[in-house]
Protein backbone atom coordinates (compact mmCIF):
# COMPACT_ATOMS: atom_id res chain seq x y z
CA UNK A 1 0.00 0.00 0.00
CA UNK A 2 2.73 2.20 0.46
CA UNK A 3 4.73 2.18 -2.10
CA UNK A 4 1.64 2.31 -4.31
CA UNK A 5 0.81 5.26 -2.37
CA UNK A 6 4.50 6.93 -3.15
CA UNK A 7 4.14 5.83 -6.95
CA UNK A 8 0.83 7.81 -7.17
CA UNK A 9 2.67 10.74 -5.43
CA UNK A 10 5.01 10.80 -7.89
CA UNK A 11 2.75 10.37 -10.93
CA UNK A 12 0.60 13.46 -9.79
CA UNK A 13 3.59 15.34 -8.95
CA UNK A 14 5.17 14.89 -12.53
CA UNK A 15 1.60 15.60 -14.19
CA UNK A 16 1.46 18.42 -12.40
CA UNK A 17 5.32 19.66 -12.83
CA UNK A 18 4.79 18.74 -16.59
CA UNK A 19 1.17 21.09 -16.75
CA UNK A 20 2.75 23.61 -14.98
CA UNK A 21 6.28 24.23 -17.36
CA UNK A 22 3.38 24.35 -19.90
CA UNK A 23 1.28 27.54 -18.58
CA UNK A 24 4.94 28.89 -18.05
CA UNK A 25 5.30 28.43 -21.45
CA UNK A 26 2.47 29.75 -23.08
CA UNK A 27 2.03 32.34 -20.48
CA UNK A 28 5.75 33.47 -21.51
CA UNK A 29 4.64 33.69 -25.10
CA UNK A 30 0.99 35.35 -24.71
CA UNK A 31 3.94 37.97 -22.57
CA UNK A 32 5.99 38.28 -25.80
CA UNK A 33 3.83 38.77 -28.48
CA UNK A 34 1.86 41.29 -25.93
CA UNK A 35 5.22 43.19 -26.01
CA UNK A 36 5.48 42.87 -29.59
CA UNK A 37 2.16 44.35 -30.27
CA UNK A 38 2.82 47.31 -27.91
CA UNK A 39 5.79 48.18 -29.77
Known amino acids: ?3 AFCI ?3 V ?3 SLSYN ?3 I ?3 SI ?3 N ?3 C ?3
Request: neutral net charge.
Open 1 to 3: MAT
Open 20 to 22: TQQ
Open 29 to 31: NQS
Open 24 to 26: IAM
Open 33 to 35: SKT
Open 8 to 10: ALL
Open 37 to 39: FDH
Open 12 to 14: IAY
